[in-house]
């Protein structure tokens, strides 16, 4: 098996050795380091989330990602996810095949409806839309990845008269992949347009998405598609030992997760809560051999051609982070590779 593995990251706002959290811009640079030391470490995919709120610093993944490409030689870079219900496709699609320029044709986009909302009233979008947005916002942008003269009319974006969008992706089409998080609709729509299929996965066995699974390539075959990829995105911590990994993770995670919670209703995780994840749910942490056999149990459950961690994690350093990257890189991926050879 072909198998990718990837980092993702969503900057979060990491605290210094003083407790004192560090401002978004040096977050946003150091994020840069970690995407050069992935490449280094043989890390395949580089990807980083959008978000608009105060304890991430990415607003413009392209942008960081664009910086990332001058620096790098191999690294595949990616949106972890691209808010395209509240962004202009074709805009979206100028940004990206610039960076496929740039990156000579490492750029992917991943596009999802977002599951934070603060882009919507930024950008002056109704969150009463929020369904059809995306999937009139997908449509127009699957259009345009077929490049060329566009015609294109809808009704909650521009009509396009003929139009030609620069600058055109050398080896077209432009890789897209759609971010799921448990939606038997969005499996579908992935289908129906042809494209690969990435799981957010945030908690929760791994297994409970084979149905999911099973679901897309069906409907790619009853569609009469090619055959699409399957992605895993699941949090995760790389450490020395199991016990360093857990006293390393467990404290940001938790006041990440509390603070999300708290606009969400989830309930604080407790100790106990965290520890039954670590050992039946999908996040990976731990050292080496227990996240590498995770990560391998989980691509056979559900045929995944790529396994994607997220590293950044609320105060989590930047040297832990670092860390874990390093580790993944050069100790997990091997091992993962050994396990499904």
Sequence with gaps: MDLELGIDTFGDVTLDRGDLPVSH?????NVVDEAMLAEQSGVDVFGIGEHHRADFAV??????????????ERLRLASAVTVLSSDDPVRVFERFSTLAALS???????????????????FGFDLANYQELFEEKLAMFVELRRQGKISWEGGLTQPLRGVEVFPPVEDAPLTTWVAVGGSPESVIRAARHGLDLMLAIIGGPVERFAPFVELYHRALEQLEQAPGRVGIHSFGHVAATDEEAFEQYFGPYVASMSRIGRDRGWRRPTRESFLYEMEHGSMVVGSPETVARKIAAGVKALGASRFAMKVSTGPLSHELISSSIELYGSRVGPLVRDMLA
């Excluded at 811009?25 to 640079?29: L, T």
């Design 104 to 122: 000579h044709g490492r750029a992917e986009v991943i596009v999802g409806r977002g599951s934070f909302t603060e882009s919507f009233p930024l």
């Design 59 to 72: 607003s413009s993944p392209e942008m960081v990602l664009a910086g990332i490409a001058t620096r790098t």
């Design 25 to 29: 811009a040096q977050v946003i640079r």
